[in-house]
Protein backbone atom coordinates (compact mmCIF):
# COMPACT_ATOMS: atom_id res chain seq x y z
CA UNK A 1 0.00 0.00 0.00
CA UNK A 2 1.04 3.75 -0.66
CA UNK A 3 -0.02 6.52 1.22
CA UNK A 4 -1.80 9.43 -0.88
CA UNK A 5 -2.80 12.74 0.57
CA UNK A 6 -6.15 14.42 -0.97
CA UNK A 7 -9.00 16.74 0.16
CA UNK A 8 -12.92 15.58 -0.66
CA UNK A 9 -14.76 18.66 0.28
CA UNK A 10 -13.51 22.17 -1.11
CA UNK A 11 -16.20 24.63 -2.49
CA UNK A 12 -15.77 26.62 -6.17
CA UNK A 13 -17.15 29.86 -6.96
CA UNK A 14 -19.86 27.54 -8.19
CA UNK A 15 -21.79 27.77 -4.89
CA UNK A 16 -23.38 30.16 -2.84
CA UNK A 17 -23.95 32.33 -6.64
CA UNK A 18 -21.17 32.72 -8.17
CA UNK A 19 -18.96 33.59 -4.66
CA UNK A 20 -20.44 36.87 -4.01
CA UNK A 21 -21.59 36.39 -0.83
CA UNK A 22 -19.30 35.53 2.56
CA UNK A 23 -17.36 32.65 1.38
CA UNK A 24 -14.29 33.79 -1.74
CA UNK A 25 -13.78 30.21 -3.02
CA UNK A 26 -11.72 30.44 -6.18
CA UNK A 27 -12.97 28.86 -9.52
CA UNK A 28 -12.45 25.01 -10.43
CA UNK A 29 -9.29 25.82 -12.37
CA UNK A 30 -7.90 27.63 -9.01
CA UNK A 31 -8.53 24.89 -7.05
CA UNK A 32 -7.25 21.97 -9.05
CA UNK A 33 -4.18 24.13 -8.94
CA UNK A 34 -4.21 24.52 -5.32
CA UNK A 35 -4.03 20.64 -5.34
CA UNK A 36 -1.37 20.48 -8.10
CA UNK A 37 0.62 23.47 -6.90
CA UNK A 38 0.30 24.30 -3.92
CA UNK A 39 -0.99 21.75 -1.79
CA UNK A 40 0.70 18.76 -3.23
CA UNK A 41 -2.50 16.59 -3.31
CA UNK A 42 -2.96 13.06 -5.10
CA UNK A 43 -6.42 13.52 -5.19
CA UNK A 44 -9.16 16.19 -5.02
CA UNK A 45 -13.00 16.27 -4.92
CA UNK A 46 -14.57 19.86 -5.51
CA UNK A 47 -18.03 19.51 -3.65
CA UNK A 48 -20.40 22.45 -4.58
CA UNK A 49 -24.09 22.13 -3.35
CA UNK A 50 -26.86 20.33 -4.63
CA UNK A 51 -28.68 24.31 -4.47
CA UNK A 52 -26.07 25.37 -7.06
CA UNK A 53 -26.23 22.62 -9.47
CA UNK A 54 -29.51 22.57 -10.52
CA UNK A 55 -28.07 23.74 -13.63
CA UNK A 56 -26.78 20.95 -15.76
CA UNK A 57 -24.02 23.00 -17.13
CA UNK A 58 -22.52 23.10 -13.52
CA UNK A 59 -22.51 19.57 -12.95
CA UNK A 60 -21.43 18.92 -16.61
CA UNK A 61 -18.24 21.18 -15.98
CA UNK A 62 -17.93 19.88 -12.95
CA UNK A 63 -17.49 16.04 -13.99
CA UNK A 64 -15.53 17.25 -17.04
CA UNK A 65 -12.72 19.98 -14.87
CA UNK A 66 -12.31 16.26 -12.60
CA UNK A 67 -11.39 14.51 -15.95
CA UNK A 68 -9.28 17.41 -17.20
CA UNK A 69 -6.90 17.30 -14.69
CA UNK A 70 -6.65 13.74 -13.90
CA UNK A 71 -3.08 12.98 -15.42
CA UNK A 72 -1.91 9.21 -14.45
CA UNK A 73 0.55 8.80 -11.45
CA UNK A 74 -0.02 12.74 -10.81
CA UNK A 75 -3.49 13.64 -9.68
CA UNK A 76 -6.96 11.86 -9.46
CA UNK A 77 -10.11 13.97 -9.89
CA UNK A 78 -12.73 12.55 -7.96
CA UNK A 79 -16.46 12.69 -8.65
CA UNK A 80 -18.38 14.67 -5.60
CA UNK A 81 -20.68 16.92 -4.51
CA UNK A 82 -21.87 18.01 -1.95
CA UNK A 83 -26.22 17.72 -0.42
CA UNK A 84 -26.82 20.51 2.28
CA UNK A 85 -30.48 19.65 4.58
CA UNK A 86 -30.89 20.96 8.20
CA UNK A 87 -31.41 18.82 10.89
CA UNK A 88 -31.62 15.98 11.72
CA UNK A 89 -30.57 14.89 7.89
CA UNK A 90 -26.96 17.11 7.85
CA UNK A 91 -24.82 18.02 5.20
CA UNK A 92 -22.87 14.95 3.25
CA UNK A 93 -20.32 14.55 0.67
CA UNK A 94 -21.29 12.77 -2.38
CA UNK A 95 -18.59 10.27 -3.99
CA UNK A 96 -19.49 8.77 -6.98
CA UNK A 97 -16.78 6.38 -8.58
CA UNK A 98 -19.28 7.40 -12.45
CA UNK A 99 -18.19 10.41 -14.17
CA UNK A 100 -21.88 10.38 -15.62
CA UNK A 101 -23.62 10.50 -12.07
CA UNK A 102 -26.98 13.04 -11.32
CA UNK A 103 -26.96 14.77 -8.13
CA UNK A 104 -29.82 13.67 -5.97
CA UNK A 105 -31.95 16.90 -5.37
CA UNK A 106 -31.51 18.22 -1.47
CA UNK A 107 -33.12 21.31 0.06
CA UNK A 108 -33.14 22.97 3.48
CA UNK A 109 -37.19 22.17 3.33
CA UNK A 110 -37.72 19.12 5.57
CA UNK A 111 -40.92 16.98 5.26
CA UNK A 112 -39.72 15.57 1.70
CA UNK A 113 -38.97 12.36 2.27
CA UNK A 114 -37.75 12.27 -1.53
CA UNK A 115 -34.06 13.78 -0.33
CA UNK A 116 -34.18 12.52 3.16
CA UNK A 117 -31.03 10.13 3.66
CA UNK A 118 -32.91 7.47 3.07
CA UNK A 119 -34.41 8.54 -0.13
CA UNK A 120 -30.50 9.28 -1.01
CA UNK A 121 -29.90 5.85 -0.36
CA UNK A 122 -32.42 4.62 -2.44
CA UNK A 123 -31.05 6.61 -5.22
CA UNK A 124 -27.60 5.80 -4.99
CA UNK A 125 -28.54 1.29 -4.80
CA UNK A 126 -26.81 0.08 -7.42
CA UNK A 127 -24.11 2.93 -8.19
CA UNK A 128 -20.56 2.47 -6.66
CA UNK A 129 -20.68 5.75 -4.53
CA UNK A 130 -19.84 6.78 -0.53
CA UNK A 131 -21.52 9.25 1.59
CA UNK A 132 -19.73 11.60 3.80
CA UNK A 133 -21.52 13.23 6.75
CA UNK A 134 -19.48 16.51 7.45
CA UNK A 135 -19.84 19.10 10.29
CA UNK A 136 -21.89 16.61 12.10
CA UNK A 137 -22.87 18.73 14.85
CA UNK A 138 -22.96 22.23 13.53
CA UNK A 139 -26.01 24.34 14.66
CA UNK A 140 -29.08 23.55 12.61
CA UNK A 141 -27.27 21.44 10.10
CA UNK A 142 -26.58 18.65 12.65
CA UNK A 143 -26.15 14.54 11.54
CA UNK A 144 -28.56 12.49 13.58
CA UNK A 145 -27.21 8.65 13.62
CA UNK A 146 -30.95 7.33 13.57
CA UNK A 147 -29.81 7.59 9.45
CA UNK A 148 -27.15 5.08 8.83
CA UNK A 149 -27.01 2.71 5.79
CA UNK A 150 -23.51 0.77 6.16
CA UNK A 151 -23.63 0.16 2.22
CA UNK A 152 -23.05 3.78 1.45
CA UNK A 153 -22.03 6.18 5.08
CA UNK A 154 -17.87 4.51 5.28
CA UNK A 155 -16.99 7.87 6.15
CA UNK A 156 -17.29 10.53 8.45
CA UNK A 157 -15.27 13.84 8.53
CA UNK A 158 -13.76 14.30 12.08
CA UNK A 159 -11.93 17.31 11.05
CA UNK A 160 -12.76 20.11 8.90
CA UNK A 161 -10.38 22.66 7.88
CA UNK A 162 -13.14 25.30 8.05
CA UNK A 163 -14.76 24.73 11.21
CA UNK A 164 -12.77 22.41 13.07
CA UNK A 165 -12.83 19.28 14.95
CA UNK A 166 -16.04 16.67 16.21
CA UNK A 167 -14.06 14.38 17.70
CA UNK A 168 -16.21 15.03 20.83
CA UNK A 169 -17.47 18.19 23.23
CA UNK A 170 -14.32 20.33 23.58
CA UNK A 171 -11.83 17.91 21.55
CA UNK A 172 -8.01 19.67 21.08
CA UNK A 173 -8.34 22.00 18.05
CA UNK A 174 -5.45 24.31 17.89
CA UNK A 175 -5.45 24.43 14.04
CA UNK A 176 -9.31 25.40 12.95
CA UNK A 177 -10.94 26.49 16.64
CA UNK A 178 -9.61 29.46 16.68
CA UNK A 179 -9.55 30.88 13.34
CA UNK A 180 -13.37 30.25 13.40
CA UNK A 181 -14.40 31.74 16.23
CA UNK A 182 -12.41 34.89 14.59
CA UNK A 183 -14.67 34.42 11.41
CA UNK A 184 -17.77 34.03 13.30
CA UNK A 185 -16.88 36.70 15.60
CA UNK A 186 -16.27 39.22 12.24
CA UNK A 187 -20.10 38.09 11.29
CA UNK A 188 -21.52 39.17 14.15
CA UNK A 189 -21.64 35.67 16.01
CA UNK A 190 -18.63 34.28 18.11
CA UNK A 191 -19.37 30.50 19.08
CA UNK A 192 -17.64 27.08 18.64
CA UNK A 193 -18.72 25.00 15.09
CA UNK A 194 -20.73 22.80 17.41
CA UNK A 195 -23.48 22.23 19.46
CA UNK A 196 -22.22 21.34 23.25
CA UNK A 197 -25.62 19.56 23.97
CA UNK A 198 -25.22 17.58 20.58
CA UNK A 199 -25.74 13.89 20.09
CA UNK A 200 -23.59 13.93 16.47
CA UNK A 201 -20.17 13.73 17.33
CA UNK A 202 -18.05 11.09 16.00
CA UNK A 203 -18.02 9.83 19.50
CA UNK A 204 -21.35 9.24 19.44
CA UNK A 205 -21.43 7.89 16.40
CA UNK A 206 -19.08 5.12 17.30
CA UNK A 207 -20.91 4.06 20.53
CA UNK A 208 -24.16 3.32 18.32
CA UNK A 209 -22.09 0.80 16.64
CA UNK A 210 -21.71 2.82 13.34
CA UNK A 211 -18.88 1.80 11.50
CA UNK A 212 -16.80 4.86 9.65
CA UNK A 213 -13.30 5.43 8.85
CA UNK A 214 -12.19 9.06 9.32
CA UNK A 215 -10.89 11.76 6.76
CA UNK A 216 -10.26 15.41 7.15
CA UNK A 217 -11.31 17.89 4.62
CA UNK A 218 -11.25 21.75 4.06
CA UNK A 219 -14.89 22.94 3.03
CA UNK A 220 -14.78 26.57 2.40
CA UNK A 221 -11.86 29.48 2.57
CA UNK A 222 -8.93 26.67 4.13
CA UNK A 223 -5.96 25.64 2.63
CA UNK A 224 -3.00 23.35 4.25
CA UNK A 225 -4.99 22.43 7.26
CA UNK A 226 -7.11 19.70 6.33
CA UNK A 227 -5.72 16.23 4.61
CA UNK A 228 -7.47 12.42 4.05
CA UNK A 229 -4.66 10.09 3.78
CA UNK A 230 -5.46 7.27 2.29
CA UNK A 231 -3.57 3.53 1.93
CA UNK A 232 -4.20 2.53 -1.80
CA UNK A 233 -2.77 0.27 -4.60
CA UNK A 234 -2.39 2.76 -6.64
CA UNK A 235 -2.80 6.65 -7.87
CA UNK A 236 -6.09 6.22 -9.63
CA UNK A 237 -9.75 6.51 -9.02
CA UNK A 238 -9.94 3.19 -8.84
CA UNK A 239 -7.35 2.28 -6.65
CA UNK A 240 -8.32 5.43 -4.49
CA UNK A 241 -12.19 4.49 -4.37
CA UNK A 242 -11.63 0.86 -3.32
CA UNK A 243 -9.34 2.10 -0.58
CA UNK A 244 -12.10 4.97 0.76
CA UNK A 245 -14.81 2.11 0.57
CA UNK A 246 -12.50 0.03 3.05
CA UNK A 247 -11.62 2.51 5.44
CA UNK A 248 -8.11 2.66 5.03
CA UNK A 249 -8.03 6.49 6.08
CA UNK A 250 -6.99 8.59 8.39
CA UNK A 251 -7.05 12.27 8.90
CA UNK A 252 -4.68 15.13 9.56
CA UNK A 253 -4.10 18.55 9.67
CA UNK A 254 -1.12 18.27 8.70
CA UNK A 255 1.05 15.70 6.26
CA UNK A 256 1.68 13.93 9.35
CA UNK A 257 2.60 10.11 8.55
CA UNK A 258 0.81 7.17 10.17
CA UNK A 259 0.76 4.09 10.44
CA UNK A 260 -1.92 1.62 12.98
CA UNK A 261 -2.56 -1.77 12.37
CA UNK A 262 -3.20 -4.81 14.08
CA UNK A 263 -1.74 -8.24 13.58
CA UNK A 264 -1.46 -7.17 9.94
CA UNK A 265 -5.17 -5.75 9.37
CA UNK A 266 -5.16 -2.16 8.95
CA UNK A 267 -6.89 1.20 10.50
CA UNK A 268 -10.33 0.70 8.76
CA UNK A 269 -10.75 -3.11 9.08
CA UNK A 270 -12.95 -5.40 11.25
CA UNK A 271 -10.47 -8.16 12.70
CA UNK A 272 -10.74 -11.32 14.48
CA UNK A 273 -7.93 -12.14 16.95
CA UNK A 274 -7.33 -15.25 19.36
CA UNK A 275 -5.76 -13.49 22.74
CA UNK A 276 -4.62 -10.08 24.00
CA UNK A 277 -5.05 -7.63 20.47
CA UNK A 278 -1.22 -5.94 19.79
CA UNK A 279 -1.41 -2.63 17.84
CA UNK A 280 1.53 -1.59 15.82
CA UNK A 281 2.22 2.60 15.99
CA UNK A 282 4.54 4.18 13.48
CA UNK A 283 4.30 8.19 13.52
CA UNK A 284 6.36 10.46 11.64
CA UNK A 285 5.65 14.23 12.64
CA UNK A 286 5.84 17.35 10.90
CA UNK A 287 6.94 18.76 14.27
CA UNK A 288 7.86 17.21 17.88
CA UNK A 289 5.19 15.13 19.22
CA UNK A 290 3.18 15.92 21.71
CA UNK A 291 1.19 13.34 22.64
CA UNK A 292 0.06 10.02 21.32
CA UNK A 293 -3.53 8.54 22.38
CA UNK A 294 -4.77 5.10 21.72
CA UNK A 295 -9.32 5.24 22.58
CA UNK A 296 -11.27 2.32 22.87
CA UNK A 297 -14.61 2.24 23.36
CA UNK A 298 -15.14 6.09 24.36
CA UNK A 299 -12.21 6.00 26.58
CA UNK A 300 -8.39 6.51 26.52
CA UNK A 301 -6.35 3.07 27.55
CA UNK A 302 -2.94 4.20 26.69
CA UNK A 303 -1.32 7.90 26.04
CA UNK A 304 2.21 8.53 26.10
CA UNK A 305 4.61 11.19 24.97
CA UNK A 306 7.17 10.65 22.50
CA UNK A 307 8.91 13.59 23.53
CA UNK A 308 10.36 13.53 19.15
CA UNK A 309 8.98 13.48 15.67
CA UNK A 310 8.85 10.02 15.19
CA UNK A 311 7.20 7.16 17.48
CA UNK A 312 7.55 3.33 17.20
CA UNK A 313 5.75 1.12 19.36
CA UNK A 314 3.42 -1.62 19.85
CA UNK A 315 0.41 -1.14 22.71
CA UNK A 316 -1.11 -4.45 23.98
CA UNK A 317 -4.28 -4.37 25.41
CA UNK A 318 -4.42 -6.51 28.35
CA UNK A 319 -8.03 -5.96 29.20
CA UNK A 320 -9.48 -7.12 26.58
CA UNK A 321 -12.51 -9.47 26.80
CA UNK A 322 -13.35 -10.36 23.37
CA UNK A 323 -16.15 -8.35 23.08
CA UNK A 324 -16.43 -6.52 19.87
CA UNK A 325 -14.65 -3.13 20.80
CA UNK A 326 -13.37 -0.31 18.37
CA UNK A 327 -9.71 1.31 18.75
CA UNK A 328 -8.14 4.74 17.33
CA UNK A 329 -5.06 6.14 17.24
CA UNK A 330 -5.02 9.70 17.81
CA UNK A 331 -1.68 12.48 17.61
CA UNK A 332 -0.95 16.10 19.12
CA UNK A 333 1.67 17.39 17.95
CA UNK A 334 4.05 20.44 20.01
CA UNK A 335 2.50 23.01 17.32
CA UNK A 336 -0.97 21.64 18.07
CA UNK A 337 -1.54 19.86 14.15
CA UNK A 338 -3.16 16.42 14.92
CA UNK A 339 -3.95 13.17 13.16
CA UNK A 340 -6.63 10.75 13.39
CA UNK A 341 -5.93 7.51 12.46
CA UNK A 342 -9.35 5.22 11.66
CA UNK A 343 -10.72 2.54 14.04
CA UNK A 344 -10.01 -1.24 13.69
CA UNK A 345 -12.97 -3.00 15.11
CA UNK A 346 -11.72 -6.28 16.97
CA UNK A 347 -13.17 -9.15 18.64
CA UNK A 348 -12.80 -12.91 19.03
Not at 168 to 177: C, F, L, Q, R
Amino acid sequence: MQLYWGDLHRHTDISLGGGQQQYLDGSLTDNYRYALDTADLDFLGTTDNTRYLTRPYNVWRSQQAAELFTHPGVLAGMHTYERSQQSPWGHRTILNMARNYIPVPASYALGDLGVSPWGLWEALRGKRAITIPHHIAFIDKQVSWEYHDPEFERLVEIFQGFRGSYEYVDAPDEVSGPQYLKYSEHRGFRRKPYERDSTSFVWDALARKRKLGFIASSDHLATHNAFAGVYAKGLDRESLFEALYNRRTYAATDKIIVEFSMNGQYMGEEAVTRGKPAFKVFVRGTARLKQIDIIKEGKFVFTTDPKSSAADFTYRDEEFDGTESYYYLRVIQANGHMAWASPIWVRE
